[in-house]
């Protein structure tokens, strides 16, 4: 870490020395290295914490730990602070002593409304990038540069056209990309901050610069699909090529990227870059984003990475990633980190570095050392006033920084350093410290069977799933309604787990009725059945790991039903929960048990907003029923279907 240290003081003092360049007869001044400051330390640890990083064998010296400080000169420019254990330092003085050796940054076209006003959320034009990109790359760091080719923030859900290039034909938006992105690369050249990689759009999930670039469309809407996409990154990557002085070396020259969000999103993966290659879009790097409360479990996101580096003998840097220190907020703007469980660690300090360390360790994994390194996604994001994300808005990241609220660095920075095997003291297996209770309910008729694993939190702070072996449960549960409770044994721990069971109460007769097998069966897809799947994306199922999802680029039709036998004949009630963007033709739930089949229409109207349409009165007189979900859908309509329920009322 000193060694660092050494190096960024002698790059700094060259620098500053301008009769270095100067005519010949000037004396060049010897070095003072006692006129230079203090090295920065790294931030310490609490003696009475037991903080830790395990070491990661195998990490190549050159493996990127980068960050992107795009909000960096507007946090500046608003009074934000940095310190290390109580001294104040320039931010990147302090994430390169922590071992980070590239920083990225966002460019927008024109980040200003209809006035003329800044936009927020780092305001990052060109004139910002330079400012930033010139500092750090003095300073030693390499830069990749995102370009969003958008006015502001650019991400699957959202791909606007720079409101200079609207309506232009086809032609003339083509010349405009190239013109727009030789010019920002000839700049940075000019100003000592070229670009070591670049990535062409940003969370390109749908394309970019929308509709032209635009690969599935919403009703009647006209988009360029993926040969308009093509074409505009064989563009860009044009430009970028034509204004690169080591453009004919493929070791020198600024390498490209191509970048998805939903990094553990197999399908996503190669749906897009089988497109893109059969359009031969030249590019170097495969980018993703990584959010484990977003993007699904480590295990799918390590399985695609190894997947689509060798599908398109590509190398891989996750370009986004970051998780919660804590679950607190510093500036009254709610934050958008989502819950522990979800991301898979506590929302604490050591829960902060284990999650960082564990996505360094699974693209150091990559097979065939096809896994160049990370980014955290804004680790100086403080909340300071005026250093919003948008203009007058507060903060909802500063929770996710890897500083705390005053600004002072986390001793979750250091991970970086303490991943590299020689710096730490060894390898210390995490033990169970906490497990977490479980509750079940089952009626009379229902064989009790309970889950094979708890959540149980870890000594690092990770919250990963447990084997349990359950104590014998009593027959008597099932004759005597009540609570109660059952104890557990994990496997390598003092610690119990306990299950809270409930008997006597309601039975749904709907099987996999959340869809928790992670298959369809025993439901039945009739249809179009290619727009629909069991969805693992954790931010838009109700309850559970799984959900079923529709969603198709094309108009659709499909039903998704389970039909149950040996019913006793009654009066039933059927019920589940769906969320989506609304405007189907038709989506409805119905129950078809003899009579006159009944249907709900769900009403859905945007994300995240849940219903549970019930039908109730369902007659059920020769002991058969078939219930489920039916949808005649426009392509790009789109929902999430979870917890259906089928009971017996009387
Ligand atoms: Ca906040």
């Known amino acids: ?96 002593a922590h071992g980070v050796n590239w920083i990225r940054l966002r460019i927008w076209n024109d980040p200003t409304d209809e006035n003329g006003e800044p936009l927020g959320g780092g305001n990052n034009d060109l004139e910002t990038t330079v400012a930033i990109a010139a500092r750090a790359k003095a300073m030693g760091f390499k830069f990749l540069l995102d370009f969003h080719y958008s006015d502001w923030w650019a991400d699957p859900g959202k ?17 405009a990309l190239y ?27 749908s394309g970019m ?4 670039g635009k690969t599935w469309s919403e009703g009647a809407e006209v988009v360029g699909g993926y040969d308009g996409f093509a074409d505009l990154l064989k563009q860009s990557v044009q430009a970028v090529r034509d204004n690169d002085p080591n453009a004919a070396d493929p070791e020198k020259r600024v390498k490209i990227i191509i970048h998805l969000a939903d990094g553990g999103n197999n399908s996503l993966y190669r749906t897009m870059f089988d497109e893109l290659t059969a359009r031969d879009v030249p590019f170097d790097i495969i980018g993703l984003s990584y959010y484990s409360y977003w993007h699904g479990p480590m295990e799918d996101f390590i399985n695609n990475m190894a997947d689509i580096s060798a599908r398109y003998d590509k190398n891989l840097v996750v370009l986004e990633a970051a998780y919660a220190f804590t679950l607190e907020d510093a500036d009254g703007h709610a934050n958008l980190f989502p819950s522990e469980e979800f991301g898979g660690y506590k929302a604490s300090i050591q829960g902060q570095a284990t999650a960082v360390r564990d996505v360094i360790a ?29 203009t007058a808005e507060g903060n909802a990241w500063e929770n996710q920084a890897l500083f705390d609220f005053e600004g002072s660095a986390l001793p979750s920075l250091n991970v970086f350093n303490m991943v590299k095997t020689d710096q730490v003291d060894g390898f210390i297996p995490a033990t169970v410290t906490e497990v977490y209770p479980i509750a079940v309910a089952f009626a009379f008729d229902e064989e009790i069977v309970l889950p ?34 059952l104890t557990g044994t994990i496997e390598g721990s003092d610690l119990q787990a306990t299950a809270s069971i409930t008997t006597g109460g309601d039975k749904n ?59 006793e004949n009654g009066t039933y009630v059927l019920s589940a929960w769906i969320q989506g963007g609304g405007g189907e033709d038709v989506l409805q739930l119905f129950a078809d048990c003899g009579g006159e089949t009944q249907t709900v229409d769900v009403p859905t109207n945007g994300w995240l907003n849940w219903y549970t349409p019930t039908i109730e009165n369902i007659q059920v007189t020769d002991g058969t029923c078939t219930v489920g979900m039916n949808v005649v859908a426009s392509g790009g309509q789109w929902a999430f279907l979870d917890e259906t329920s089928l009971y017996l009322v009387e």
């Open 1 to 96: 870490m000193r060694k660092h240290i050494v190096v960024l003081l002698f790059v700094s003092v060259l620098s500053a020395t301008p009769s270095a360049c100067g005519p010949a007869q000037t004396p060049v001044p010897t070095l003072t290295p006692t006129a230079t400051k203090e090295p920065i330390p790294t931030v310490s640890v609490p003696e009475d914490s037991d903080f830790h990083v395990n070491p990661i064998e195998g990490l190549s010296p050159d493996f990127i730990m980068g960050a992107d400080v795009s909000m960096l000169k507007q946090i500046e420019d608003n009074g934000g602070k940095f310190y290390v254990d109580g001294e104040a330092a320039d931010a990147l003085e302090i994430l390169k």
């Open 159 to 175: 791909q606007n056209m720079p409101k200079a290039w609207e309506g232009l034909d086809s032609e003339a938006l083509n010349q």
């Open 179 to 205: 013109d727009y992105t030789a010019e920002v690369i000839k700049t940075l050249a000019g100003e000592d901050a070229m670009p070591d990689m670049v990535q062409i759009g940003n969370e390109v999930n």
């Open 209 to 212: 610069m929308w509709p032209a």
């Open 362 to 390: 699974a693209v150091a994994h990559v097979p065939n050392g096809r896994g160049l390194g990370i980014f955290y996604w804004e680790p100086e994001w403080i909340a300071v006033e005026g250093a919003g994300w948008a």
């Open 452 to 485: 094979t694993t708890v959540k149980a939190v870890y000594s690092d702070d990770s919250i990963r799933d447990a084997d349990v072996m359950w104590a014998e449960i009593s027959a008597e549960w099932l004759e005597e309604a009540g609570v109660y409770e």
């Open 509 to 567: 007769y709907l099987v996999n009725a959340g869809f928790e097998s992670g298959s369809f069966s025993p439901w039945v897809v009739d249809g179009d059945a290619g727009a629909v799947d069991i969805s693992n994306e954790r931010q838009n199922l109700h309850e559970g790991k799984y959900a079923v999802h529709y969603w198709a680029d094309e108009a659709f039709a499909l039903s998704v039903t389970q039909t149950v036998t040996g019913l």
